[in-house]
C-alpha cells in the first residue's frame, strides 16, 4: 500500500485498522501477521498467509459467473 498522502488522520486509521484485524483470529477471516513501514519509498506492508485459491474477488467473479451459468439454463 503506497502512502502517497501526507501524514494525518486516514494514516492513523489504517494502522488502527490493522491492529484490529491482527487481533481477529476466525476460521472465515485472512489473519495478518505483522505489518510494517518503509519510510524510504513511504510503502506500508501488510504480512498475511498465502491464499493459493486466490483472492477474495477472484473467487467472487467465479461464484457470479456460475451462478449466472446455472440461472441461464433455467
Known sequence: M????????LTDDI???ICTMR????PNLVN??????DQEK?????VM????AGSCSYA?????????SMASRQ
Open 42 to 46: 513511504q510503502e506500508m506492508w501488510i
Open 32 to 37: 495478518v501477521h505483522c505489518s510494517f513501514v
Open 49 to 52: 498467509p498465502y491464499l493459493a
Open 15 to 17: 494502522r488502527s485498522e
Open 23 to 26: 487481533m481477529l483470529k476466525h
Open 2 to 9: 503506497e502512502l502517497t498522502m501526507p501524514p494525518g488522520a
Open 60 to 68: 467472487l467473479r467465479k461464484l457470479s459467473s456460475a451462478l449466472s
